[in-house]
């Protein structure tokens, strides 16, 4: 029987934060898979393509890590976004939308390597020819300090709440000092829109 890893109840502070309140976390270095691109979500082939490798790519890792002894969920589709020339902050909602730049990341418990996701990316392109496989990387990302909140509702909505994360910040004599961060946890796919959570993540430095 294989080992199972609980990281939804290790990493809840980091992925399930209230939605009362705003919060201030310290957010440790982690392993992600990563594609970046360019363009509004909603339209862009090239954002389609990098979740769904993404998405192949993290199902093919712990599928074999349980086959190796080692089980463990599948982590949320994350999004840094932001807007070139726009500082450190860097993400504008009301920019036009084909200006947005993204990277789109799927976090990796620990055990997992570079060897294990090279061999994944090998058989995930021998068995379905992705082509945005030539665009993913396997890399530590630390954000530190960061301020967070859940969003519940569509993403289209999310301008006050994201308001309400640099109300916080300013009130804690913090600036902002990285990318706008985004964690879904619903599927806009299967869910009623005003269902949806999503974390809303901005890090944060003192003045």
């Known amino acids: 029987m294989a080992t199972k890893l609980d990281l ?4 809840r502070h980091l992925y399930e934060p209230p939605a009362r309140e705003v919060v ?28 769904e490798v993404l998405y192949g790519l993290a199902y093919a890792l712990k599928f074999a890590s349980k086959r190796a002894g080692i089980d463990y ?10 807007v070139e020339g726009a500082g450190t902050v860097g993400f504008d ?41 030539a665009k993913v990387r396997f890399e530590r990302f630390e954000e530190g300090l960061v ?8 993403y289209s909505a999310e301008k006050p709440t994201i308001d309400r994360v640099h109300a916080y910040i300013a009130a804690q ?7 706008h961060h985004e964690i879904y946890l619903g599927d806009p796919r299967r869910g009623a ?11 944060m430095r003192r003045r």
């Open 73 to 82: 969920p599948m982590m949320p589709l994350e999004g840094l976004w932001w």
């Open 147 to 154: 301020a967070q909140v859940m969003h519940v509702g569509p």
């Open 173 to 179: 004599g913090c600036v902002p000092s990285g990318k």
């Open 93 to 133: 909602m009301m920019a036009h939308r084909d200006a947005w730049q993204w990277t789109m990341m799927i976090m990796q418990p620990d055990h997992v390597t570079a060897d294990q996701v090279e061999a994944a990316v090998a058989a995930l392109g021998r068995k379905k020819g992705l082509a945005a496989l």
């Open 8 to 11: 939804r109840k290790e990493l």
């Open 24 to 51: 201030a976390v310290e957010v440790p270095a982690m392993s992600f898979l990563m594609v970046d691109g360019r363009g509004d979500p909603n339209v862009s082939r090239e954002y389609q393509e990098a979740v």
């Open 193 to 203: 829109p005003e269902k949806l959570r999503t974390v809303i993540r901005q890090p």
